[in-house]
């Protein structure tokens, strides 16, 4: 597996940072845009295995109007089958309809319908998103350590770009990434291919817009910041029992108001996931 940063504590910082676009320094920039894969489908499905890591970096940052916990995620296909994402219009004017691709052993792929929306950036990411593949709540944890089981606050991502940001697991899927950020098109794009091969990630970095929750006003106290793919059920994996893990923070205020962010506690790898199959 590829080494991961460690998820620990505190940084502040109280100026603003300018992003471009989605991962722009670190991923692997040797794949294009991939062809839609074409064929009638033989054989039985090969189905991807959508899984969180841990979110990692986390911080506190004040933005000007309040205190904010940052943090960096990665999405991991830990199936045998790759994630292909689809998304087309007749026309600019119209809305998109997503579809996913499900490559069979035998050859070809069925393509099924999805629910997945697209999403342009409008926060200054010049391609397309598919909106909440990846979710974040940050919820209190009781006096008997016990997360609370709904509610809390959630981050306000625009979506992701899909593609094969790193190599996440040693041994599974192509040695090269496959699927470059060109899938995910400029705005007058008819046609979306995005997709993660087996053993790759989909990296976030704390820096990118959304990659955050507002806690200005949030009591002292412990946490737990949960992340969870395909919150909405958009497509078909191997199983969605592996689709969410967290980590336990400590938020507390120091002198002058400042707010750290301590990690406590790390809730289950992709690695860990990746095992069971």
Known sequence: ??????????????FPLLVTGCQDDGSDDTATARPRPTGSPVGAPVLPDLVPEPPV??????????????????????????FLLFADRPTAD????ATQGIA??????????????????????D??????????RLV????????????????????????????ELDGVGPDDAVFGREGCQPEDALSL???????????????LPGQSIDVTDLPDGPYRLWTEADEGGHF?????????????????????????????????????????H
């Open 140 to 167: 209190p944890i009781d006096d008997s350590g016990t997360p609370a089981p709904d509610g809390g606050r959630t981050d306000t991502k625009v979506g992701f770009c899909i593609y094969d940001f790193g190599r």
């Open 1 to 14: 597996m590829r080494p991961r940063r460690m998820a620990v504590v505190v940084a502040l910082a109280t």
């Open 104 to 125: 069979h052993d035998g050859g070809g792929v069925e393509v099924v319908p999805s629910g997945a929306e697209v999403e342009w950036g409008g926060d200054g990411h």
């Open 127 to 136: 391609h397309w998103h598919v909106r909440r593949v990846v979710t974040y």
């Open 236 to 276: 078909a994996e191997v199983t969605t029992d592996n689709n969410t893990t967290w980590v336990d923070v400590e938020l507390t205020t120091a002198g002058g108001g400042a707010r750290t962010a301590v990690v406590t506690a790390v809730g289950p790898t992709a690695e860990a996931a990746g095992n069971t």
């Open 57 to 82: 970096d986390v911080h506190t940052k004040d933005n000007g109007d309040g205190w904010q916990i940052e943090f960096s995620s990665v999405l991991v296909n830990v199936g045998e089958g790759e």
């Open 193 to 207: 291919t995005m997709g993660l091969s087996p053993g790759w990630g989909d990296t976030y970095e704390w820096n």
């Open 94 to 97: 119209d809305p998109w309809v």
